[in-house]
């Protein structure tokens, strides 16, 4: 067997394992189905690439896993019209594909200046078009592509910042891992007439939001 159909094997048995894990959303599954996760994986570690895990991906960063890229995904798009998206935390620039496929034009920002380089270059030479990766710090989101239908942040903080809740369009949502005295819980919020509304979903571990850019 190649080593693409390899791939497309172990993609498959990871779309069928998400399902079983409980993501519904069929476009997302559909997506997911069409992107290769080990090319934004290192090639030692391509082969755990459609593990269950986070992988690293260098700079002390990692790739979320599967299901976290899935659920968050699903997460941000339950509501209608989704055109315009924001991550905080560009990292390989796996979840921003997924995320070009399922809104109009993705911002993502990233505050390691050669992580930055490295996955801007490599979502170019994909052919990404709809992606504009910013170096930047996250905390500031970015107000130039705003006012945005979904902010998805793939670093935790450990409040959710005022300047990216400013940036939400009215009954805008965003999903965070946010830390809860130690403990990182994922969290969807949305931006209502009537106020914030924060739900808890789920434990999560990924790695700190952190200030400035490096
Ligand atoms: N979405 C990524 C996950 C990357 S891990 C993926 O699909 O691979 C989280 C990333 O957030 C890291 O690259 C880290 O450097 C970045 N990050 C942490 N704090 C940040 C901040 N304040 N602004 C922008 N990026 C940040």
């Known amino acids: 067997m190649s080593i693409k159909d390899i791939s497309s094997e172990k993609l498959k048995k990871m779309i069928s394992s998400l399902k079983e894990q409980g993501i519904t959303n069929t476009s997302v599954l559909d997506i997911m189905s069409t992107i290769q996760r080990d ?8 082969a755990r690439a459609y593990d269950f895990d ?3 991906i260098g700079f002390n960063q990692t790739i979320s896993s599967p299901y976290i890229v899935a659920k968050m995904s699903q997460l941000l798009i339950e509501a209608d019209s989704m ?7 560009t990292g390989c620039g796996y979840q ?3 995320l070009s496929k399922l809104f ?3 911002t993502t ?3 390691i200046e050669p992580l930055y380089l490295k996955t801007k270059n490599l979502l170019k030479s994909l052919n990404y078009k709809n992606i504009l ?4 710090d996250g905390f500031d989101g970015y107000k130039l ?3 945005y239908d979904a902010i998805i942040m793939t670093a935790s903080p450990s409040i959710i910042p005022d300047k990216l809740i400013s940036q939400l369009k009215p009954n805008g949502r965003m999903v965070l891992p946010l830390n809860v005295n130690g403990s990182q819980k994922l969290y969807r919020v949305k931006n209502t007439k009537k106020g914030i509304f924060k739900k808890e979903v789920d434990d999560v571990l990924f790695v700190p939001m952190l200030e400035g850019i490096v």
């Open 54 to 56: 986070a992988l690293p």
């Open 109 to 111: 920002i990233e505050r």
């Open 83 to 89: 055109k315009n998206v924001l991550e905080i935390g």
């Open 145 to 147: 592509n705003g006012p």
């Open 133 to 136: 990766s910013i170096y930047g």
């Open 96 to 98: 921003a594909c997924v």
């Open 39 to 46: 090319i934004f994986i290192e090639p030692a570690l391509r």
């Open 104 to 106: 109009e034009r993705v």
